[in-house]
Structures are given as structure tokens and as C-alpha cells.
């Protein structure tokens, strides 16, 4: 059995070493680039989804957010006169001061997420004509941009998800402080 460090594989590779492989190998078939170029493309595909999904999932919660204000603000408005609020207004601001914070975090994720790469662009696909590309270097060409492009995308969908997990955590702060100051105040 093969050991678990053996199979390990670099999960992100340069350009370069990338082009030194494909120089460096002995793989000449078309089908093989044609296969790898298929199966980049996929793993693109899904990276970019996914990258799409979260950034959608961020607006989804800043809909969440301004939700919980309007809640608060009826909280407040009608809950006081059963409760006796201290007059000091800023303890009662303190939860809308952390909900508007995790607004402004998921807006980061949504802008961050918006740098993700799409795909070929007229430059590429240029630079294969007036280099005069063959089926094959094409191919290798392409398998390779796509896998640099997912490689990019997972690493602002890391930074997205991040920044999603911070914000939905401090939204769950911010529904403490309201707790609190309806169990303590």
C-alpha cells in the first residue's frame, strides 16, 4: 500500500514549471491534450460556479442583514415599552453598529469574488493564431491556462468563503447583543 505522503501532489504550480513539464515530457498524443484540455476546462468550470455561487450566497446575507435590522428596529420600538431600556441610546446602537460591520464584510467577499478569471480572452486566442499554433500546442496550451485560472479562482474563493464565515459569525454576535440586552438591561 502506498503511503499517503507519496501521493500527495503540489496543489499549486508556476507557469513556468508547468511549461518545463510539458516540454520535458514524453506524452506526443493528441487524445491525451484533448483529454487534459477537457478535464481542465471542467475544473474551471465547477471553480468558477462555485466561485459565482458564494458571491451570490454574500448578497443572499446581506438581504439577511438588512432583515435583522428591520427586526431590531421593531424589536426596539415596540418591545420597549414592555422593558426598561437604560436611556443611554448607545447600548442600543451596539447591535445595529455589528450587523452594519458584517454587511460591509459580506460587500468585501462580494467585491473580492467579483476578481475571479472567466476564461479565454481575445489575447489568448490571438497569440494562438499569430504564433501559429498546432492542434497539439494548443491543446497543451490551454490545458495548462486552465489550470492556472482554476489554481487563481479556488484561491479568491478561499478568500471569499473566509470572509462569508467572519460576517455570518458576526451576525450571530450581533443577535447576542440583542439577547443580552434584553436578558441583562
Known amino acids: ?78 418591545g420597549s415599552s414592555s422593558f426598561d431600556f437604560p436611556s443611554n441610546p448607545y447600548i442600543l446602537s451596539l447591535p445595529f453598529i455589528i450587523l452594519l460591520s458584517s454587511m460591509f464584510i459580506f460587500l468585501i467577499a462580494y467585491f473580492t469574488l467579483g476578481s475571479r478569471t472567466i476564461g479565454a480572452s481575445s489575447g489568448n486566442v490571438y497569440q494562438a493564431i499569430s504564433e501559429e499554433f498546432g492542434q497539439l500546442q494548443f491543446c497543451q496550451t490551454m490545458a495548462i491556462m486552465y489550470a492556472k485560472w482554476t489554481d487563481k479562482n479556488m484561491k479568491t474563493h478561499r478568500k471569499g468563503v473566509k470572509l462569508v464565515t467572519v460576517g455570518v459569525g458576526v451576525i450571530f454576535a450581533s443577535l447576542g447583543t440583542v439577547a443580552g440586552i434584553f436578558a441583562f438591561v
Do not use: C
Not at 8 to 21: D, K, M
Not at 56 to 69: H, M, Q, T, W, Y
Open 1 to 78: 500500500m502506498a503511503d499517503v505522503e507519496e501521493l500527495e501532489v503540489e496543489q499549486n504550480v508556476s507557469l513556468h514549471r508547468l511549461a518545463t513539464a510539458v516540454e520535458n515530457s514524453n506524452e506526443d498524443g493528441i487524445d491525451f491534450w484533448k483529454d487534459l484540455l477537457e478535464e481542465s476546462k471542467s475544473t474551471f468550470q465547477n471553480s468558477l460556479s462555485s466561485v459565482q455561487n458564494t458571491r451570490d450566497r454574500a448578497i443572499e446575507l446581506i438581504k439577511i442583514d438588512l432583515v435583522l435590522g428591520s427586526f431590531y428596529v421593531a424589536l426596539f420600538r415596540f
